[in-house]
Nanobody
Framework: QVQLVESGGGSVQAEGSLRLSCETSGYAYSDYCMGWFRQAPGKEREGVATISGGGYTKYADSVKGRFTISQDKAKNTLFLGMTSLKPEDTAMYYC?????????????????WGLGTQVIVSS
């Protein structure tokens, strides 16, 4: 059974930083796409950043230069480092996992999702 558990969310002031973690277990893909997605109240879920098992990364334009996706394969953990946070980054952040896809797109059909961790950025 595949499980993804996010942590690290919280409340910060604008220009602050947070580091989200996603512990994963139960999958046996030889290669994969993992990603961070977010959903703000009243808005659709959107892709933030994805990474492949080989280390290819993709970022949404709105977070480029501020967020960094990374992984610790030994610990089966995905990270999202967030700096220079803005109020518009306020959302529930989810991690997701899928078999490898070319360029690991922001695809809402990822089959496995965590329950999310809340990020609130105040001005």
């Amino acid at each position: 059974q595949v499980q993804l558990v996010e942590s690290g969310g919280g409340s910060v002031q604008a220009e602050g930083s947070l580091r989200l973690s996603c512990e994963t277990s139960g999958y046996a893909y030889s290669d994969y796409c993992m990603g961070w997605f977010r959903q703000a109240p009243g808005k659709e879920r959107e892709g933030v950043a994805t990474i492949s098992g080989g280390g290819y990364t993709k970022y949404a334009d709105s977070v480029k230069g501020r967020f960094t996706i990374s992984q610790d394969k030994a610990k089966n953990t995905l990270f999202l480092g967030m700096t220079s946070l803005k109020p518009e980054d306020t959302a529930m952040y989810y991690c997701a996992l899928a078999r490898w896809m070319p360029k690991c797109p922001f695809d809402m059909s990822f089959p496995y999702w965590g329950l999310g961790t809340q990020v609130i950025v105040s001005s």
